[in-house]
């Protein structure tokens, strides 16, 4: 699990325990705060007691423009790692309610459709493990009263109280005081919502993922398709302009800042890495036989894709 020694992942610490859930931690030290230290030293005191393993990366202190998002670039990659090496299958994070509340607000000011407000999943499939989020139905103030009931230590890290950063802008102004007043409610619209988009039964997670080569569904439908492409181009850290998004449409075929090749078929919507290589003469027949795009052929050669290990996966949804 993700762990920072906060309100949220401390109270998920301990309820793991109590429903005797395995579980191992991982904590970032970004040295930005003096208390940091302090936080990781009660994440090692845990560890022991409870005789959890304890993965850490500790980081230089060095003034970082755009923090938020580096730093979660750093925290996924430094997870996804440790995964890789010790074989787990899931990593579980402490998100609970008022983060995602918080995230509906933000998405909502920006203009967004129900798959951006409903971003935050209970379950989200990666490519080769699950993000879990069990705790996306309890409040901030109901996990703070767990652990004050419960004698549990835990820190606040004073950060987010600074509202230059969006998210506390948001929480502070917004969520959190909305939540006070409509828990309830809040809770009865996300189940209804979340319901609404189950019984469309659309698949916005790939159906086929091998190294960085996604391949979608065709949803039929423009917007639902250039949903698709935005939200795995964010995943690589990518994100496209509304420019870019009606030469998608338009061409059905594009090279995004000379990096992702997207292609549009009847019937799939394939995304990969774009490089310019030679092919061998069998592979590229192989490609025009089985139909693949010509941008992404020669990343799929590059990695010993095969076209036909492809469409032999892909044959159990068309």
């Known amino acids: 699990m993700a762990f920072s020694a906060g309100v949220d992942s401390t109270a998920l610490f301990f309820l793991l325990l109590e429903n005797k859930i395995e579980f191992d931690i991982a904590i970032v030290n970004y040295n930005q705060r003096e208390q940091s230290k302090k936080e990781v030293l009660y994440a090692k005191e845990l560890a022991k007691k409870y005789n959890k393993k304890i993965f850490?990366?500790?980081?230089?202190?060095?003034?970082?423009?755009?923090?938020e998002k580096v730093a979660r670039d750093i925290r996924y990659s430094f997870f996804e790692n440790i995964i890789k090496e010790f074989s787990y299958e899931t990593l579980i994070t402490a998100h609970q309610l008022n983060d995602k509340l918080e995230w509906f607000f933000m998405q909502l000011s920006k203009g967004a459709g129900v798959f951006e407000l409903l971003g935050l999943q209970e379950y989200q499939k990666r490519e080769f493990y699950t993000i879990s989020r069990p705790l996306l139905n309890i409040s901030k103030e109901e996990l703070e009263s767990y652990l004050i009931e419960n004698q549990i230590k835990y820190f606040i890290d004073n950060t987010n109280f600074d509202e230059k950063y969006k998210r506390n802008y948001f929480r502070h102004n917004f969520s959190d005081k909305f939540l006070q007043n409509f828990k309830q409610g809040v809770l009865k619209s996300f189940e209804y919502m979340q319901n609404d988009l189950d019984s469309l039964n659309i698949q916005l997670e790939p159906i086929y993922q091998k190294e960085q080569l996604f391949i979608f569904k065709n949803l039929k439908d423009e917007n639902l398709n250039i949903k698709v492409i935005d939200k795995c181009l964010k995943r690589v850290g990518i994100l496209i302009s509304k420019a870019q998004r009606d030469e998608i449409l338009k061409q059905q075929q594009s090279v995004i800042s000379n990096k992702f090749a997207i292609c549009i078929q009847e019937k799939t919507i394939w995304i990969c890495p774009y490089i310019k290589d030679t092919?061998?003469?069998?592979?590229?027949?192989?490609?025009?036989?089985?139909?693949?795009?010509?941008?992404?052929?020669s990343y799929l050669f590059s990695k010993g894709i095969m076209p036909k290990e492809i469409l032999k996966d892909l044959a159990i949804y068309f």
């Open 279 to 297: 092919m061998s003469k069998k592979f590229k027949e192989e490609c025009r036989v089985f139909k693949v795009p010509k941008l992404l052929r």
């Open 56 to 67: 850490l990366k500790e980081l230089e202190y060095e003034k970082i423009s755009n923090f």
